[in-house]
């Protein structure tokens, strides 16, 4: 009885994914395909380390509750530094 319950209901199969691909190879060309399998790859991996860093920010804050302020505050200098030297170079 198991057997006939997908586990994943509304995924799709081999058939639906052979037309998917063979729409997707229509529409940007076999050609473009492998670049534009490489940028998808570099996009999720650019996420990846962005969700990482957050996480790593979010633990330390919870970590180190108290310090956080203080390093927060230095962090906004920084940032109103260099908004003004972008200013003055324009």
């Excluded at 057997?3 to 509304?10: A, E, K, R, V, Y």
């Excluded at 229509?26 to 534009?36: E, H, I, R, V």
């Amino acid at each position: 009885m198991l057997d006939s319950i997908p586990l994943f209901p509304g995924l799709p199969g081999g058939p639906e994914l052979l037309i998917v691909l063979l729409i997707v190879v229509l529409l940007f060309g076999a050609n473009k395909l492998p670049q534009l399998a490489r940028s998808s790859g570099q996009a999720m991996g650019e996420f990846r380390r962005g969700r990482e860093e957050i996480e790593e920010e979010l633990k330390k804050g919870a970590e180190g509750g108290d310090d956080e302020g203080e390093n927060g505050d230095e962090a906004e200098a920084d940032d109103a530094d260099a908004t003004e030297t972008e200013a003055e170079s324009r």
